[in-house]
């Protein structure tokens, strides 16, 4: 037996353990309107999708009928950061020179304290 739309938002929704609450206020709509949506049959493509961006999950599988998503319903695949072993030392060294500049403003503006406390 198949599962009509509503359900099968309802069954990812519940699968992925995203509360109803933050989904409803996601979509700036009441609980009750996500717990009818489950139960309508004829669930609106455009609002699967939002959905499914909202709990980042891509219905393209699940919607068979689909031929065409639009594009700003399309969840990006993330890639990876090009990490090397330059890029850390790079980073860490750019750390490091930060650091110290803090230190060194650190210490002069409580040199100038204790001056004008003095």
Known sequence: MSLHKGEM????????????TLLAKRLGKSRQYVYNLFENPDVS???IFKIGK???????????EIAKIPEEYKIKA??????????VTYWKAKYFELLEQYKFLLENKIEDFVK???
Not at 9 to 20: A, Y
Not at 54 to 64: A, E, P, S, T, V
Not at 78 to 87: A, H, M, Q, S, V
């Open 116 to 118: 004008r406390k003095s």
């Open 45 to 47: 493509i455009e609002i």
């Open 54 to 64: 909202i709990i980042h999950y891509d219905f393209n599988n699940d919607l068979k």
């Open 78 to 87: 993330l890639t990876e950061p090009d990490i090397t072993f330059e890029n």
């Open 9 to 20: 938002v309802e069954k990812v929704v519940r699968e992925n353990r995203f509360p109803i």
